[in-house]
């Protein structure tokens, strides 16, 4: 899912490969290629090696090496016979989407809009076959509810995933949903996790599980599936040892990129096994397009990360439409047992993949110089009867007889592809329609697509005034005007301080981690604690308010009220539509972020609301159960208070303040922190405790955002 850190595992996988009498161990996912077209090497005395002699010697070991590989693990490839599970074969594009991504949802119509998504990215790139769907990391761990629970809180629960997923399923797309094993601090699942995996994937109805983090998937996951007749598709991050190949029908490839394309272990070991390139955080996908057509294999088009924009640039897209294209047409051949990877070709810096099928052969060929190659690229036997065909062009190629050899001449784009096929007599109507797709698509050069990354803007929500009160409000604090230094700084676990990351304010050309602005405020007066159930009570038995989301709402009331003795926690399960509902009809709006900081910390800088120094009476007691016990009172840690008296700020809930938006993502910032803290990994959503650190929740719909931790105070306008 996240970092490379499984630099243990592959040494693992390599030691585990030195017993084999190779010169081209892999080295962890990636088998080494032969030793010709390097640049700068030393010449030996004596008459070199061709190229086609190094290749023979280079493809002899490494199917040595698989031989026994095989037989050393014990392989038994049949799963890849199953035909519910044969769509992993070609199954090349797979984008994580983030549940958040607001071309996948509309909170507003309050539907799914798996069209609208799809629509996006075949006009941008050609489309998908497969998709990561992810409601996870990093919202989860906030409250205690596990990764099962974060899929029901999705918008009309079960039933609405469900159909959400048969709208892929009717464009043709697969589904998978993650699985981490490093949840094992929220909610109990209740029950074996193969089965409660197999259970929820089988009820929704999705085809696949990514095993986040995972170094292999174990067989006790395939069974259970299968068991209950709902067979999965199951593809580990950090690879897998090379028994696992075996039912882990697909893996994720985070590769290294040297000039030469390396060979996929898991694909060379098993032609039908399916990889998706990950490389997220790159803004130029060259190298990971190009490595995956040299292998036959795909690619994760990650794009939203952790809401988060990578956006594919318009060459990298145009470079996947077409590459992607070609690899969907002969998929067939790019599961065959004979590939010849870095087979011979006649040019510096170009390299391919012979595919055989039957009597005819494909090629998949890329240009790793910087510059086109343009002329004689790769010479075969001579075969009567056989014509050759650029795919990628749409056109037959002119065969150029050289004794027993045939010349075949075209052009190559900068950093580009080629594909060949050669086929006795002439194509089919489906390749003949294919080639005349390819010309069109082909007819602009991949140079006349800009390579320029943009980072997405975002926008503030904006907040309306309130009307200015006549007399002091009840329950609320006067905050004076002042000048006020507003630092802050995002808390998430990922992103560095890359363009992008975390929020743009009105004063900042994009989004950034860290925010430093100096703000004149105006007086404004602020509830001296957040709302709490029994204030929220009052709101509903007035209003009558009630969400048309209601899923989560209140979760832990019972029969429309409170627990007893909850009158004074503070309100959770609650939604920002809710909130803000609330301070409407209070006659109240929500704070901006320094709004909610100056009130607490004052103009001091402090840390914390009472000082710098942290204080454990101030807060509420740390709860790291598996469930979660509830707030405390709001007026339970006087000695919390800041410099202008307002209360129960930090450690308590998480309370809401301003929205930000872009194109593709939603997300609230929480200040204050609060009293849960899930243990066992670092993955879970961190904690906010000083005053300069805010917290950012992705938003999707109310049912889903709603938390057990997170409240709201309000404020409202005073007069100077």
């Not at 490389?279 to 060259?286: L, P, Q």
Request: proline content about 8%; hydrophobic content about 35%.
């Amino acid at each position: 899912m996240r970092w490379n850190v499984f630099a243990g595992v592959l040494l693992v996988s390599a030691i585990s490969a030195r017993a084999q009498d190779t010169r081209f161990e892999p080295r962890g996912q990636q088998i080494p290629s032969p030793e010709y077209h390097v640049t700068g090497a030393p010449v030996a005395p004596g008459p070199a090696p061709s190229a086609p002699e190094i290749h023979a010697q280079w493809l002899a070991d490494i199917q040595h090496w698989r031989t026994e590989r095989r037989i050393r693990v014990g392989y038994d490839g049949s799963r890849y016979d199953m035909p519910v599970l044969r769509w992993t074969q070609s199954s090349f594009i797979q984008p994580q989407m983030m549940v958040e991504d607001r071309y996948f949802y509309d909170p507003r119509a309050g539907r799914y809009t798996v069209d609208r998504y799809l629509d996006d990215l075949q006009k941008r790139y050609g489309g998908i076959d497969a998709v990561l769907i992810w409601p996870t990391y990093p919202n989860m761990g906030i409250d205690n509810r596990n990764q099962h629970d974060m899929i029901r809180s999705m918008p009309g629960g079960i039933a609405g995933v469900r159909g959400m997923v048969s709208d892929f399923h009717r464009r043709g797309v697969r589904v998978f949903f993650p699985m981490m094993m490093w949840d094992q601090g929220t909610a109990d699942i209740g029950k074996p996790w193969p089965v409660a995996i197999a259970e929820l994937m089988s009820e929704i109805g999705a085809d696949g599980i990514n095993g986040d983090t995972q170094d292999g998937i174990p067989r006790a996951f395939p069974a259970a599936a299968e068991k209950i007749g709902h067979p999965l598709a199951f593809e580990p991050e950090a690879g897998c040892h090379d028994e696992a190949v075996a039912y882990n029908l697909l893996t994720w490839g985070q590769y290294q990129y040297p000039f030469i394309p390396l060979v996929d272990r898991y694909k060379w070991l098993e032609p039908r096994h399916m990889v998706n390139i990950s490389d997220r955080w790159n803004r130029e996908k060259t190298d990971d397009l190009q490595f995956a057509f040299f292998n036959g294999v795909g690619w994760e088009s990650w794009e939203n990360i952790w809401g988060i924009w990578n956006g594919i640039t318009p060459r990298d897209a145009e470079a996947t439409r077409r590459m992607s294209s070609i690899e969907r047409e002969l998929a067939p051949f790019l599961v065959s047992q004979d590939w010849e990877p870095s087979y011979p070709m006649l040019r510096y810096g170009v390299f391919a993949s012979r595919w055989p099928l039957g009597g005819r052969t494909a090629w998949t060929i890329v240009n790793r110089n910087s510059y086109s190659v343009t002329g004689p690229q790769i010479d075969v036997p001579v075969r009567e009867g056989m014509r050759y065909f650029d795919l990628y062009h749409g056109l037959e190629l002119v065969r150029e007889r050289r004794g027993d050899r045939v010349v075949l001449s075209f052009a190559l784009e900068p950093g580009g592809f080629g594909a060949l096929l050669a086929t006795t007599g002439a194509p089919d109507s489906g390749m003949t329609a294919f080639m005349g797709k390819m010309k069109s698509m082909t007819a602009r050069s991949l140079e006349g697509f800009s390579p320029k990354w943009v980072e997405l803007p975002q926008q503030i929500v904006p907040i309306e005034s309130t009307l200015v009160p006549a007399a002091a409000p009840a329950g609320m604090v006067r905050i004076p005007a002042g000048t006020f230094l507003f630092r802050s700084r995002g808390i998430e676990i990922e992103g560095s301080n890359d363009i992008g990351v975390d929020v743009q304010h009105s004063w900042e050309d994009s989004p950034r981690r860290y925010h430093e602005h100096m703000i004149a405020l105006k007086p404004f007066w602020i509830d001296r604690f957040p709302v709490t159930n029994e204030q929220f009570k009052r709101f509903l038995d007035s209003s009558k308010y009630r969400p048309g989301d209601r899923t989560n709402f209140l979760l832990d009331w019972r029969k429309g009220t409170y627990p007893e003795g909850w009158s004074n926690r503070p309100v959770t399960w609650v939604a920002l539509e809710d909130a803000r509902a609330y301070a409407a009809w209070s006659g109240k709006r929500l704070p901006h972020e320094w709004e909610w900081q100056y009130a607490a910390q004052g103009d001091d800088g402090r840390v914390y609301p009472w000082g710098n120094t942290w204080d454990t009476a101030a807060v509420p007691v740390p709860d790291s159960s598996r469930a979660m016990r509830g707030p405390d009172p709001v007026d339970a840690h006087p000695s919390g208070a800041s410099p202008f008296g307002v209360m129960d700020l930090v450690g308590n809930v998480w309370q809401m303040t301003d929205e930000f938006v872009d194109e593709h993502t939603r997300a609230g910032i929480l200040k204050g922190g609060s009293y849960y803290r899930p243990r066992g990994s670092m993955w879970y959503f961190p904690q906010a405790h000083r005053l300069e650190e805010h917290g950012k929740l992705l938003l999707m719909a109310p049912s889903y955002d709603r938390s057990g931790t997170v409240g709201f105070r309000c404020v409202q306008d005073a007069g100077e």
